[in-house]
């Protein structure tokens, strides 16, 4: 083994390095996920008004998933708050 391996292996563990690289998403893997073009997310970048953390990595701009997936959560669970809502309310108008 390497030493930069057993550095890696000392500092993160055999697979917390793996998990932490894959729970940072990019600016494009970030779009398709969203399914909004990459001009989107590069326009919230620049105008700071991302609903979600970004972390800065130099120059490149990564997004935590476990973040991305709490919005989502969130904005989810408005959204089918809210129908409820409106279906309990056309119901109640019914009678």
Known sequence: MKRAEQ???QIWGKTKGLKLVE???????????LKVPKSWI???IHSKTLPFPMLKIGHYCRFPAVGVRA???RVTRGANEMD????????????
Do not use: F, M, W
Not at 84 to 95: E, F, G, L, P, Y
């Open 7 to 9: 550095a890696q292996q």
């Open 23 to 33: 729970s940072l998403l990019t600016p494009d893997e970030l779009a398709a996920i």
């Open 42 to 44: 590069y326009g919230r």
């Open 84 to 95: 409820d809502t409106a279906a309990r309310n056309s119901v109640n108008k019914r009678i």
């Open 71 to 73: 919005y989502l959560k």
